[in-house]
């Protein structure tokens, strides 16, 4: 008996590319409320009036200043520097003008440290994921849960029928995770015509996975958000809601990439950018996770501790990352952060004085220095000054002048991952020494991280991959075969290495390809063309260009 059946490779394919990059021009915002205005506030020591929330409250009596309101954060025009072990929330209101006229794409911006409730004209408008419970008000004592770090505004849609012509209220509770928290932050804007495009992008290689990690802040819930590589649209559709990709297809060397997201239609006319520098893990010579002599800044380090001659066989060792507070450390600082005695605590003192720096040395070896490009690439918070063989190669964050173990990083920031180049001339063959110094904002930073990797690339170029790796996993299956059946039928987005696929190594993309792979992998041909399964570089030169998959 005969029966309809469409080809396998229609049969498995389920991918296919929905859009590619739009153009739209950008909202021109205005805003009711903007950064650094007055507010009234009131402490959380009590529980504040049932009606605060109300536009016909009488807030007279609270305190004023301008935003942004807390500690600790660098962020704080108004500082409440007896909140910490003493109350966990605050209250806040500020009255202002709308004018007549239609208000078109009404948001609430806000940067805050942890969590908050708004209300406008005494409705519930917006409110932090962790600030869980009934609509309405929040107990002044509430703890939310998980915390959350000040990292810019971020978009609340509002609808504008809540707006009233004329006098309005915006009334707001903002509330830490613990009396012992280290900071609190609050800076709202209220915005028409909000630009509503993604923001603060970044992008880091991670050698340990092989791939190219990009992690952005949505400001709403996108129709799509699309991914460009060096000018190449490499994800035409991913979900609106994402704010994380990673690339395994990449080059080596410099690498840019484009994030455009979709909104109600419109593309935004101005992509996300961000660039990172690339290489193979064959050319790592101090890789993340190897154990890195360390001293603690809570006394002075020794004179000129960054030369070779320096003993230091009596510091502490460990592996990176090295500091606390991020989830990204292998060596724990745990008495780094300061923090006052919780008077909620009984017969325990946890006063704790901290300090703002610690300094690390690793020796490494190299065996040749024919063609290569020394780099050291850092994930820090907040700031480094790096040396190679007693040589300073660099520092980020960091006044110009000399430093000591008191020295604050110029700002606080979130872990940022940076490449600087070793110059030529400072390595050499055998024996190296590279020595960091690490330092934090100030004393009551909520976190600090340490991860240095020290690479030697072969002019930061080249090419690394399996063939038959379609999709840059890490191996061949089944599964490549048939992605590549859908980017050649069904319009499915292209492999991540071209060369990966190129599975007989003619320099073309067709059927056979998928052919050959499945006949090795279920019939017992021959495995692919030179590097094969192994990581390796194409011996044939063609038109496909450089890439790696992971692993390689």
């Given at each position: 008996m005969h029966t309809n059946r469409l080809p396998l490779y229609r049969f498995l394919a389920g991918l296919a590319l929905a859009a590619l990059l739009g153009t739209a021009a950008s909202a021109q915002e205005t805003f009711l409320i903007t950064a650094n205005e007055e507010w009234r506030y009131l402490k959380g020591n009590a529980a504040p009036p049932l009606d605060w929330i109300e536009p016909g409250f009488d807030d007279s009596s609270w305190l004023s200043g301008p935003t942004g309101i807390g500690y600790a954060d660098g962020d704080?025009?108004?500082?409440?520097?007896?909140?910490?072990?003493?109350?966990?929330?605050?209250?806040?209101?500020?009255t202002f003008e709308v004018p007549a006229g239609a208000v078109n794409g009404l948001v609430l911006r806000i940067n805050y440290d942890d969590g908050f409730i708004a209300y406008l004209n005494g409705v519930e408008v917006a409110r932090s994921t962790n600030m869980s419970g009934a609509a309405g008000p929040q107990d002044y004592l509430f703890l939310p849960t998980p915390d959350h770090e000040a990292a810019g505004g971020e978009n609340f849609e509002i609808d504008e029928g809540f707006l009233d012509v004329g006098e309005n209220v915006l009334a707001v509770q903002i509330h830490n995770t613990s009396l012992t928290s280290s900071d609190a932050s609050f800076i709202p804007e209220l915005v028409t015509n909000a630009d509503l495009c993604p923001q603060v992008m970044a992008c880091r290689f991670d050698p340990?996975?092989?791939?190219?990690i990009l992690n952005w802040t949505n400001r709403a819930v996108y129709d799509s958000i699309a991914i460009a590589r060096d000018g190449t649209v490499i994800e035409g559709a991913?979900?609106?809601?994402?704010?994380?990709?990673?690339?395994?297809?990449?080059?080596f060397g410099s690498v840019s990439y484009e994030v455009t997201a979709t909104h109600d239609g419109n593309a935004c006319s101005t992509p996300l950018q961000c660039t990172v520098t690339t290489y193979p893990q064959a050319s790592i010579v101090v890789n993340q996770g190897v154990t890195w002599r360390f001293w603690r800044g809570s006394s002075p380090?020794?004179?000129?501790?960054?030369?070779?001659?320096?003993?230091?066989?009596?510091?502490?060792?460990?592996?990176?990352?090295?500091?606390?507070?991020?989830?990204?450390?292998?060596?724990?600082l745990d008495d780094m952060i300061q923090r006052a005695d919780d008077p909620n605590t009984i017969d325990v003192d946890e006063t704790q004085l901290g300090y703002l720096a610690v300094y690390m040395r690793k020796e490494f070896t190299v065996s040749s220095l024919?063609?290569?490009?020394?780099?050291?690439?850092?994930?820090?918070?907040?700031?480094?000054?790096?040396?190679?063989?007693?040589?300073?190669?660099?520092?980020?964050?960091?006044?110009?002048?000399?430093?000591?173990?008191?020295?604050?990083?110029?700002?606080a920031i979130d872990p940022t991952q940076t490449v600087v180049p070793i110059p030529p001339g400072v390595l050499r063959v055998g024996?190296?020494?590279?020595?960091?110094?690490?330092?934090?904002?100030?004393?009551?930073?909520?976190?600090l991280s340490a991860i240095p990797i020290v690479a030697l690339p072969g002019g930061v170029a080249g090419s690394s991959f399996r063939r038959g790796d379609v999709d840059s996993s890490g191996?061949?299956?089944?599964?490549?075969?048939?992605?590549?059946?859908?980017?050649?039928?069904?319009?499915?987005?292209?492999?991540?290495?071209?060369?990966?696929?190129?599975?007989?190594?003619?320099?073309?993309?067709?059927?056979?390809?998928?052919?050959?792979?499945?006949?090795?992998?279920?019939?017992?041909?021959?495995?692919?063309?030179?590097?094969?399964?192994t990581c390796g570089p194409d011996p044939t030169p063609d038109g496909l260009?450089?890439?790696?998959?992971?692993?390689c």
């Open positions: 704080d025009a108004t500082t409440l520097d007896d909140m910490l072990n003493t109350y966990t929330s605050f209250f806040a209101r500020k340990v996975t092989g791939s190219v991913l979900a609106g809601t994402e704010a994380t990709y990673s690339d395994l297809g990449f080059p380090p020794p004179f000129e501790w960054w030369e070779e001659g320096i003993n230091d066989a009596s510091w502490e060792e460990g592996p990176t990352g090295i500091g606390y507070g991020d989830g990204d450390d292998a060596t724990t024919d063609g290569v490009s020394g780099i050291l690439s850092m994930i820090y918070d907040d700031g480094f000054i790096a040396y190679v063989n007693g040589q300073e190669i660099g520092r980020v964050n960091m006044p110009p002048d000399p430093v000591n173990e008191t020295t604050p990083a110029t700002a024996t190296n020494l590279i020595a960091i110094a690490v330092h934090n904002a100030n004393l009551t930073s909520s976190d191996f061949a299956n089944i599964t490549d075969a048939v992605g590549l059946l859908n980017h050649l039928f069904q319009g499915a987005v292209g492999p991540p290495c071209q060369d990966a696929a190129d599975v007989t190594d003619d320099g073309l993309l067709n059927i056979t390809d998928a052919v050959v792979l499945l006949n090795h992998l279920f019939l017992g041909a021959p495995e692919p063309p030179a590097p094969g399964l260009g450089d890439c790696n998959t992971l692993g």
